[in-house]
């Protein structure tokens, strides 16, 4: 797996990972990895997806539509690759919905969930969002370009698939019972992407084990506001599990 790019905070054997967003990176998490190792203890991992950061392959068009899946697939390959057993994963946006996804399909190899403005299905406001962001390319992938050396491609790739109609029946809340981890689901009160229904419909679909998390005031991109809360549930998190 050498064409993922990887970095990890701390020392020993890496017990939490990190899963960027849609357009993210391992930069894009500022600070919040140390902060977690520091106040953990444990060692803290986060990676670029392909088409990520400096991660390959290129994407070539927008994503297949089950792109999450066969990301959730990697990730379990990249965990296996470093050794790595039953992490707390900390994802966000659609990290976390791969993170969800893997602790449904591999449920003994997840120690527990945070899952950050997660999509679990297709809710109208995103689809809408993103169309709107596409009229403004230019500059997103002018900003992508601090971050990824192919952000054109990317965002070609990643906004490609949502706006698809292929993509629009897209739902993985059938199989999120297999989730066996306990599972924070939060998400910003004023999340442009997504509505409060998806939160509630989330942790319904979990079951008893999930418990849903606002955090008042914030957006979607929740740990670029303000990285205390995402830092807090990440530590307490760990210790609980």
């Not at 599972?183 to 442009?192: L, R, S």
Request: charged share 20%; glycine share 8%; net charge negative.
């Amino acid at each position: 797996m050498d064409n993922i790019t990887t970095q990890t905070w701390g020392d020993g054997p890496v017990r939490i990972v990190l899963l960027h967003d849609g357009l993210g990176s391992i930069a894009n998490w500022g600070d919040v990895p140390n902060r977690i190792a520091a106040e953990t203890g444990v060692a803290v991992m986060a990676y670029d997806r392909p088409g990520h950061g400096a991660s390959t392959p290129v994407p070539d068009g927008p994503w297949p539509t089950e792109w999450l899946r066969q990301n959730a697939e990697l990730f379990g390959e990249l965990l296996a690759h470093h050794r790595i057993e039953r992490p707390v994963l900390v994802g966000h946006s659609d990290g976390a919905s791969i993170a969800l996804l893997y602790a449904a399909m591999r449920p003994d190899d997840v120690r527990g969930v945070l899952s950050i403005a997660a999509h679990t299905y297709v809710e109208p406001i995103c689809s809408s969002a993103i169309v709107e962001m596409r009229e403004k390319t230019a500059g997103i992938v002018w900003g992508l370009a601090r971050s990824h050396e192919h952000p054109a491609e990317l965002f070609e790739a990643w906004s490609g698939v949502w706006v698809s109609d292929d993509f629009q029946p897209w739902d993985i809340r059938s199989e999120l019972a297999s989730i066996t981890a306990p599972t924070v689901v939060a998400q910003g009160t004023n999340d442009e992407y997504a509505t409060d229904a998806m939160v509630h419909d989330t942790v319904a679909a979990i079951g008893a084990n999930a418990r849903p998390h606002f955090i008042d005031g914030r957006g979607h991109l929740v740990h670029y506001e303000d990285p205390d809360p995402i830092v807090d549930l990440a530590v307490g998190l760990w210790n609980e599990s």
